[in-house]
């Protein structure tokens, strides 16, 4: 019985992950915002609720079910890599205007 017990997700956890993570795909423009209902982007927003998540995985580490674990780092990693791709969208367009030429 315990070993099963270990290996679900704590459904308090569950929802904490989840809110970070929610508000963190609407900061990077994922998701409509649901206060408002508009895509917005906030990259210094999504970054830090990123870190949160961070934290709370290392404050975590080895108190979590394998299942919690892995949907933690499961997160945060897909998280981390739509960060990175809205980042270089950013990059690009300043490189793409910092190229052109004025008239």
Known sequence: ????????????F????????????????KIQN???????KDLKGAQFTIDMLLMLRDKTRNNLTKKE????VSMISNLQMNYADEISKVD?????NSLEKPN
Do not use: R, Y
């Open 1 to 12: 019985m315990l070993e099963q017990n270990n290996q679900e997700v704590n459904p308090h």
């Open 92 to 96: 690009s367009k300043i490189d793409t």
């Open 69 to 72: 674990e892995e949907m933690l």
């Open 14 to 29: 569950f929802n904490v992950v989840t809110m970070f993570a929610s508000s963190a795909w609407c900061q990077l423009g």
């Open 34 to 40: 649901p206060t408002n209902g508009k895509v917005e």
